[in-house]
């Protein structure tokens, strides 16, 4: 059982460049987060999706748009990369659509913006 | 404004003692509660959680404490072990979202 899958792991870009973040979840779970990580503040929510078709913007949304493909995908995309968004990205997923239960989380992708 | 904050960055432990970490949260109406751990390279795994209608939950080798009254959340780690060695979050739901503290690093001493 994978749980939650991200790709790249590693990823370096030149400022303006894009790419696209993916993530997978095999356990049938309903939400689906993007956080990201940088030293001395957390976890900071970009997007989340509480049901497949939906989509909402969390504390840090600017610079990141994101796509629930189905009820297992959900990718973030960054169309003109900035320095500023140097970080480590977590997908996550909660099998329910509220705001209470075990959030599962993939082992994180670093990204590197020049 | 909202916030979920930890009292210490860091927390040196001897090994077999054991381990409080705090955490300060700032929204009253918050009703669930979770605590983390994060070894390094990894994400972030699940250690037990809390609901606002209780003040104690206990879980193999952890407890959680919640005061309501000066919204305070601590995570007791009995006997603590090298293994016990990471990075600490504390998380409280916020508008169907959880938020997550900035985290305390937990070093065991051998």
Known sequence: ?114 | GESVGLHLPTLSVQEGDNSIINCAYSNSASDYFIWYKQESGKGPQFIIDIRSNMDKRQGQRVTVLLNKTVKHLSLQIAATQPGDSAVYFCAETNDYKLSFGAGTTVTVRA
Not at chain 1, 33 to 61: C, F, N
């Open chain 1, 1 to 114: 059982n994978a749980g939650v899958t991200q790709t790249p792991k590693f990823q370096v870009l030149k400022t303006g460049q894009s790419m696209t973040l993916q993530c997978a979840q095999d356990m049938n779970h309903n939400s689906m987060y993007w956080y990201r990580q940088d030293p001395g503040m957390g976890l900071r929510l970009i997007y989340y999706s509480a049901s497949e078709g939906t989509t909402d913007k969390g504390e840090v949304p600017n610079g990141y748009n994101v796509s629930r493909l189905n009820k297992r995908e959900f990718s973030l995309r960054l169309e003109s990369a900035a320095p500023s968004q140097t970080s480590v990205y977590f997908c996550a997923s909660r099998m329910g659509q509220g705001a209470n239960g075990e959030l599962f989380f993939g082992e994180g992708s670093r990204l590197t913006v020049l």
